[in-house]
C-alpha cells in the first residue's frame, strides 16, 4: 500500500495559488491598469474582468473567487485535514462542489457571452477543478467515521497514518 | 464507511470529475468551431485618464459661457418629444446612444454626450474609437460605448456599438452588438412618429424619450485634424475661433470646443428635463437655462 501523503499539501499549494490570484483580480476590477495579460481576438482579460458579467448581484466575481479561497485554504490545512471532525471535511467537499460549480457557470459565460476568455480567470478556473478532483477523490476516505480517530478499517493509528490511507485503500 | 462503500463513492467521485472535464472540453470545442465574428473583433484600448479627466471636469463657467452659441458653426439641436412614455432604467431616466464605432456622425456625436453625462455621474470605463478611414471624415477620433461602464444618481446610461471599425473577412464592419427588441422598437416607434424624421439608426441618442437625435450636432469635420487629446483640450478650455498668428494666410480655427460644450448643454437640460432638475447646480445654471430655452424646455424656477 503506497504511502503518498501529497494531498494536504497540494490542495494548500493551490488554494494559496487561487487566493493569490484572487486578490491580483480583486486589485485588477477596481484598478484595470494594473492587469497584466495577453490580448487578442480570443484572450482579453480586461475585457472579461471589465465586462457585465464580472459582477453577480453587484458583487464582483473576483471577490467571491476570495470568499472561495479564503476558507478553502483554512479547510486545507494540514491540521483541517488531520481533523477526525466530519464537518470539516465535508465542508471541503462542499466548497469544492460549489467551487466547480462556480467555475462551469463562468467558463459557459466566457465562452458564450463575452466571447473572451481570462488567462488569469482560467488558471483560478484550473485551480479550483484541481482541488475538486483532489478532494472530491479523497472523500471517501476522510468522511470514514473513523477517520482520524484511530478506528480506520485498517486499524491503524490516527492523524499521519491516516493520511497514507487516502492514497492507499480507497482510491 | 465500508472498504467496498468508499471503493464505490471514490468510482462515483472520479466519475463526476470525467464528466466534468469532459464537459468543459465540449464546450471549449464547440465554441471556438462556432465562434461568431465578434469574437475576433479587438477591443479598443481604454481612454487615457487625462482625456477622461479632461471632458468630466469642463468648468461650470464654460459651460455658461458658452451656452448654445458656437460662432462660426451650425448646429443640428436635438428634437424635443412629447406625449412619449418615459424611458427609464433601474427607476432612473435612460439615455440610450446607438452608433457604431466606424461612424463619423457618431463619433461626433459620443464628445457632448460623455461631456453631459460626466456631469451628472462618472464614467469609470470608456474606450477610444476613431471612425473609419473608408467613410467620410476618416480617423474622426472620439470613444466607444462597447463595454462602457458609468454610474450616476440621476440617470441611467445604454450605449451601444452595432459595428466596429474593423473590417470582417467579408469587406464589411464586423457586427459586433445587437439591438434588444425593446431598443429595436423605440427606434422604429421614433422614427415612424414619434417627432423625427430621420430613420436612420446611426447615431440614434435618446435622452429618456425627452430628446432625440439621429444625427450629431455638429459636423465631424470640426473634429478634423487634431487627435482625441487635442479636442479633448479644446473642450475643458474653448476659445473662441481665432486666426494662427505669424501667418498671412492663416486659416480660423474650427469652434471644436465651443461645439462640444455648446451641444453638452443642449443634452444636459435633456436630462435635466427628465430626471427632475437634479442636480441643480446643472440643471439651473445658466447654460442649461440657454440650451432649455432655445430647444423650448421648462426652464426651471
Known sequence: MPTLRWQPIVTLLLSVYGLGASIYLTITHFEPKALACVSSATFNCEKVTQSPQSE???????????????????????????????????ARLVLSITGVGMILYLIVTELFVIKAICLWCTSVHVTTFLLFVVIATTSPVVLDPGYGTGDTDDGDVADDADLADVDGSAL | MTERGASRSAVLAWVAVVVILVGVVGLVVYAFSHAATPATVTQTARTSPAVLAAVSSVPQATFDEVGVTVPGAQLTPPEVLSGQPPLSSGGKPEVLAVGAEFCPFCAAERWPLVVALARFGRFSVLHDATSSEQSVFPGTPSFSFAGVRYASPYVAFTGVELYSDQVGADGTFIRIATLTPAQAALIARVAAGGGTS????APFVDVADRLVTTTSAFSPALLAGQSQAQIAGTVDSPAAPTAATGNASATVAPPTGQAVVAAANQLSAGICAADGQRPSAVCRSKGVRAADVSLGLPVPD
Open chain 1, 56 to 90: 453577480i448581484f453587484g458583487i464582483p466575481v473576483a471577490i467571491l473567487g476570495l470568499a472561495f479561497f479564503v476558507p478553502m485554504l483554512l479547510l486545507c490545512l494540514p491540521a483541517a485535514w488531520r481533523s477526525a471532525d466530519r464537518r470539516i471535511h465535508l
Open chain 2, 198 to 201: 430621420a430613420g436612420g439608426t
